[in-house]
């Protein structure tokens, strides 16, 4: 048994690899009491407001799964960042903490075929839980006599989903800094309540202090990719950006008919961004 | 064949490995040794990649910075302790690494049994005792067979009993020609298990010897703890203390430091003046 030549392999990311890491993080978070925990409140929450959308809502204009819809995108925009938020931010730095990542990396894999794994992984996870939560609200919509605007419906939940990787990608990129899983955690919820509550203030706080040009505004507010998220949900059952006033009907008559999809593709974009700049950083090779 | 030339590794602005430099043969095993934060540690983590570091290491004539993964696959690796993937079960955690090395899952079983670990593997890892634990980090190691095995701390946590069976599982595995590499700061250890210790203290190698040299080389010291018959310890502290060593009360007993390949001296002057030791026990 001698080790005098050792055969010179790809040092390319395979794909073999990244499924093994994937399926792992999707039998964890199977596993995990924690990831139960967030599928079941947005179910249930979903589920509530699909009940109490449709019967006597006076929201007009919008079709039956609209309504419902109109109510997810508030639930969503709120739920989802803070669990793609905190599952990303845990990720890399929990594994960190405990040793996992040693263990993993003194395999034959590369560190980018462990991120990327644990990426895809989460992601799946999560659509499990958004697609889950927008499946019930669906059924139960259905059951109540609605159906109308389904393709919105279904538009609204893929970009919950592109909504809840985005978070995951930042959380990631958190934990890529972080060397202890309670400051990552820590930090997320901050970029949370930053991005759910203190973003929408700050547009309209700007937009009320200053003369900045309406393309100014929507661009200020697509920057942030929970309103990226939440303008592009509204567009896609209303048609219209009346929320932002002034520049969203700008962006209405700059873009016309193709305004939801420039807002689908900033919500896509933002979707990966934030994980591209991660897997960069851990790629780079800082110490496990 | 490994070979680490002027390895120095830095946190900061402190230096944890400074100029680091060995050549171990194939089939050969190495200890490292050395107290806490000498930088054992650090140098087997240099060795799998898992940190940065300046200086070079080749491993069966790859380097190891830019063909990570191929030399990984050469090598075994166990942590010290396995105290993660608690709520995984044995075999799962194995499948689990064997994957990774795109081993099939029959290899699991067979591995196991090699390290007495099989009539465990569908028990949570949290379940076992650190004797098991450690096995089943040998036997994810032992997976792809390889040439060259990491051993970090193999015996830290182990109770005596765990831990010679742990050294005798690893005197085959050497037997069998691998190329070992040990930390550990237990030189009885090293002497039954490594070819040769590579001292090191603040980073810095401060020699490479024979495991049977390394007390007298390294002058090291051990305390004996002497456990006297009532009331005999006042006058075993005056004839240790005349007979040059540094002793003091303990309990029933004493403290005596010795030196540690020598530590009979001791024991043969209180003899010599007729006071009867009913125990002893050496500490480090």
């Known amino acids: ?288 | 064949m490994i070979t680490i030339e002027r390895l120095t590794k830095r946190y900061g602005r402190a230096t944890v490995v400074s100029d680091f430099s060995v050549d171990i043969a194939d089939g050969e095993s190495i200890a490292l040794w050395g107290p806490n934060g000498a930088g054992k540690t650090t140098v087997v983590r240099c060795i799998l990649g898992l940190v940065r570091y300046e200086g070079t290491i080749i491993i069966g004539g790859l380097d190891a910075r830019t063909h990570g993964k191929a030399v990984r696959r050469a090598m075994g690796y166990v942590p010290q302790e396995l105290s993660f993937y608690d709520e995984m079960t044995v075999f799962d955690l194995l499948d689990y690494s064997a994957a990774l090395r795109d081993i099939p899952t029959e290899r699991v079983s067979e591995v196991a049994d090699v390290v007495n670990v099989g009539e465990h593997l569908h028990k949570k890892v949290r379940e076992l005792s650190g004797g098991l634990k450690q096995r089943l980090g040998i036997a994810a190691a032992l997976l792809p067979d390889p040439p060259i095995l990491l051993l970090d701390e193999p015996t830290s946590n182990l109770d005596a009993k765990s831990r010679d069976a742990a050294i005798e599982l690893l005197q085959g595995l050497r037997d069998e020609g691998r190329t070992l590499v040990v930390t550990s700061h237990h030189v009885e250890e090293m002497a039954m298990l490594v070819d040769r210790v590579v001292a090191m203290e603040r980073g810095e190698i401060t020699t490479i010897c024979d495991p049977s040299d390394v007390a007298e080389v390294l002058g090291l010291r051990a305390w004996l703890h002497l456990v006297l018959s009532n009331g005999s310890a006042p006058r075993a502290l005056d004839v240790l203390s005349a007979s040059g060593f540094t002793a003091k009360l303990n309990g029933r007993g004493v403290l005596v430091e010795v030196s540690a390949q020598d530590k009979g001296e001791a024991v043969a002057a209180l003899q010599r003046a007729g006071v009867s030791i009913k125990d002893l026990e050496v500490w480090r």
Do not use: C
């Open chain 1, 1 to 288: 048994m001698t080790a005098t030549h050792i055969e010179a392999t790809s040092e390319r990311i395979e794909t073999t690899l990244v499924g093994v890491v994937a399926a792992k993080e999707i039998r964890d978070a199977r596993r995990s009491k924690w990831f139960w925990m967030w599928t079941a409140a947005f179910a249930a929450l979903a589920a509530v407001m699909a009940s109490v959308a449709l019967p006597g809502s006076q929201v007009a204009g919008y079709g039956s799964f609209g309504k419902t819809a109109a109510s997810l995108v508030a639930l969503a925009q709120i739920i989802i960042p803070l669990m793609g938020l905190t599952l990303g931010a845990y990720s890399i730095a929990g594994q960190r903490e405990n040793g996992a990542l040693r263990f993993l990396m003194s395999h034959p894999i590369s560190r980018s075929e462990v991120f990327l794994g644990t990426y895809v992984g989460l992601a799946v996870a999560l659509a499990g839980t958004v697609f889950g939560g927008f499946g019930i609200a669906g059924l139960i919509t259905v059951a109540q006599g609605g159906g109308a605007n389904a393709t919105s419906f279904v538009r609204i939940a893929v970009l919950s989903w592109l909504l809840a990787i985005s978070m995951l990608g930042f959380g990631m990129l958190i934990s890529t800094f972080a060397r202890r899983a309670n400051t990552a955690l820590g930090v997320a919820i901050f970029l949370w309540l930053g991005l759910a509550f203190l973003g929408d203030l700050g547009v309209m706080g700007t937009s009320v202090a200053t003369n900045i040009p309406t393309w100014g505004l929507l661009a200020s507010a697509v920057m942030n990719p929970v309103e990226a998220f939440r303008l592009a949900s509204l567009t896609a059952f209303s048609g219209s950006l009346d929320v932002l006033g002034p520049a969203g009907r700008y962006a209405v008559d700059a873009l016309g008919d193709s305004l939801g999809w420039w807002l689908f593709a900033i919500a896509a974009a933002w979707a990966v961004i934030p994980v591209t700049i991660a897997l960069a950083r851990f790629s780079r090779g800082s110490d496990v």
